[in-house]
């Protein structure tokens, strides 16, 4: 049974700071495309951060550059997503998601995190 299980979001204050762990099961790890993504209030879901087609290589979307950093570690099958100087605009359920490349994709239930002072 594949499962990918979001946690670490929560309020923050702006400026504040937060780590996502996205825990996987059920799937080889290594072999997808680990990212993330969020939904506003309101708004589509959106990509944040991860790898998309290339395992190796991480994109960041632009509103998030130089704030986020995503990881993965490999062995304890596990994507996060480093948030620093959060912002307001940030507020979103964060998402994760894998895909193979085969276009096989798991999505998780997501994680809230609120950035209000």
């Known amino acids: 049974q594949v499962q990918l299980v979001e946690s670490g979001g929560g309020l923050v204050q702006p400026g504040g700071s937060l780590r996502l762990s996205c825990l996987t099961s059920g799937f080889t790890f290594y072999y997808y495309y680990m990212s993330w993504y969020r939904q506003p209030p309101g708004k589509e879901r959106e990509f944040v951060a991860g790898?998309?087609?290339?395992?190796?290589?991480?994109r960041y979307a632009d509103s998030v550059k130089g704030r986020f950093t995503f990881s993965k570690d490999i062995v304890e099958k596990t994507a996060f997503l480093q948030m620093y100087n959060l912002k307001p605009e940030d507020t979103a359920v964060y998402y994760c998601h894998a895909r193979s490349p085969a276009g096989m994709e798991y999505w998780g239930k997501g994680t809230q995190v609120t950035v209000s002072s």
């Open positions: 790898s998309t087609h290339d395992a190796d290589s991480v």
